[in-house]
């Protein structure tokens, strides 16, 4: 595998109040000042000849892709994209690290405390939660100095995950089936909007806000949900995504295949990713399907059956851009392609340390590992992609 690399000392992003260090650079208080090695590999797995130029037409091909790869100092275990800034948290190390990936560079590390394990900026401000280990709260962060505004605390006994802003609230999920409003105003919650009677204690469900509504997965019915955030009411259920369970009585429920696993939306729709067919469906081949809703008909108006499985885990899971969905794929972490005109499917080898998310830029996509972050140039990309 080819490997160029260019050390580059960074100067920082995010300007703080606080004594600057031995180099002059100013450091906010409790965080660190960080230096970032950009590294540029081409993405063939080792001990393999390149990938074909010309793939078959009917089978997925491997991109032989240039991957830029910026290391982290930490253990990353969440992130979100706003422009060309990528925001990235860290459970291990507490702190809240931006990346300014059109510029090459990386801010200062803000130490916010907890176990943070996302992050989306909504109403001015970064809202980080946490999850399984943590505080049981969402925290409101001050993006240009790194201080916690605000511990918005959820309902005993659950634990914060996705977050997303939207109809002027911040969204989290708390559950499986759940989840909490809180007016950036009061920084406190508003309401708990439950989906189904029986929660689920991980898995939690994606969410998105767009065409005037929350889009949520109830992970514990597989089901997709619309809320209006005008009375905080769920106003449609889309059920055939794929989702196969059992009830096995007494409130449990055996499930086979989890089915929605992550959300997107265009100009066309809400785009949804299912990780695992219905196996009562036979006319289907393969682990998975992308779905197309019409938020005006609210119609399930197209299909894409994939030949690879998606990871139900990866958080922000799909990604839509240029005419192409880009998701994780389960067994192996490869990131795959799907050409949305053609249904053709393409995939891309990132080396053994699992991809954690997707998030694009103007003209990258970037994925979350636990040694940092891997940037694919989408032209490039689509241009291997080609048959």
Aim: glycine letters at 12%; charged letters at 20%; one cysteine or more.
């Amino acid at each position: 595998m080819r490997k160029i690399v260019a050390a580059v000392f960074l100067s920082a992003l995010l300007v703080a109040c606080g004594s600057g260090d031995q180099t002059g650079e100013a450091v906010a208080p409790g965080s660190t000042s960080v230096s970032v090695e950009t590294t540029v590999t081409t993405s063939g797995e080792p001990g393999t000849a390149p990938a074909t130029s010309t793939p078959n037409p009917s089978e997925p091909g491997r991109l032989d892709v240039t991957l830029q790869e910026i290391p982290l100092d930490e253990e990353p275990s969440g992130f979100t994209q706003d422009g060309d800034l990528i925001w990235v948290v860290s459970r291990d190390a507490g702190e809240l690290l931006a990346v300014d990936v059109g510029a090459g560079e990386t801010g200062t590390a803000f130490t916010i405390g907890g176990e943070p394990v996302a992050v989306a900026p909504a109403e001015g401000s970064l809202w980080v939660t946490e999850h399984e280990f943590g505080d049981n709260v969402v925290r409101r962060v001050d993006a240009n100095t790194g201080e916690v505004m605000a511990e918005v605390s959820s309902s005993p006994g659950t634990h914060p995950l996705h977050v997303v802003g939207g109809g002027g609230a911040v969204w989290a999920t708390i559950s499986g089936a759940e989840v909490e409003r809180i007016d950036p105003a009061t920084n406190e919650v508003v309401e708990t909007i439950s989906a189904s009677e029986i929660s689920h204690p991980s898995g939690y469900g994606a969410l998105v806000f767009d065409f005037g509504s929350l889009w949520m997965i109830d992970y514990q019915s597989g089901r997709l949900l619309r809320i209006d955030p005008a009375d905080n009411q769920i106003t449609a259920t889309f059920e055939d995504l794929g989702y196969s369970a059992e009830d096995l009585g007494g409130g449990s429920v055996g499930i086979h295949a989890t089915g929605p696993a992550a959300l997107a939306t265009t100009a066309d729709g809400l785009w949804v990713l299912s990780d695992t067919v219905n196996p009562d469906q036979t006319d289907v081949a393969g682990y998975g399907a992308l779905f197309l809703v019409d938020p005006d008909s609210e119609e399930i108006v197209r299909r894409v059956d994939l030949t690879f499985e998606p990871d139900p885990s990866s958080n922000p899971g799909l990604v839509i851009t240029d005419g192409a969905a880009w998701f994780i794929e389960a067994v192996d972490g490869n990131i795959v392609r799907v050409d949305l005109t053609t249904g053709l499917e393409d995939y891309i080898y990132t080396g053994s340390d699992l991809p954690l998310g997707l998030v694009a830029t103007t003209d990258m996509l970037w994925s979350l590992r636990y040694g940092g972050l891997s940037g694919i140039d989408l032209a490039e990309a689509a241009q291997l992609a080609e048959r």
